[in-house]
């Protein structure tokens, strides 16, 4: 059953888009994300995958992965405090 998406996680998806990986690994990643929202594990090997520095990579790649990182960064920050935040209204 699909989730109602949060504005992080629609970002995250435009994110990936842009991300240097196959076609079949972002599909698997917005997928879950779609399907099932984020989690801390999809979060953190999205992360793993994009600070692994394939041999040979070019220095703008590297740099082009290094803002990716950033952003990633940013967005599950947020993500989690916007989450964060949900479950203390509850209270």
């Known amino acids: 059953m699909a989730v109602h998406n949060t504005p992080e996680e629609r970002k995250l998806i435009q994110l990936i888009g842009q991300m240097p990986f196959s076609a079949e690994q972002k599909k698997s990643w917005t997928d879950t994300i779609r ?26 790649a590297k740099a082009r992965r290094a803002r990716l990182a950033i952003e990633l960064t940013r967005l599950v920050k947020q993500w989690r405090l916007s989450q964060q935040s949900r479950h203390f209204n509850k209270r």
């Open 35 to 60: 399907e099932h929202g984020l989690n801390e594990e999809l979060a953190e090997e999205m992360r793993q995958k994009l600070v692994e520095i394939p041999e040979g990579e070019d220095e703008p």
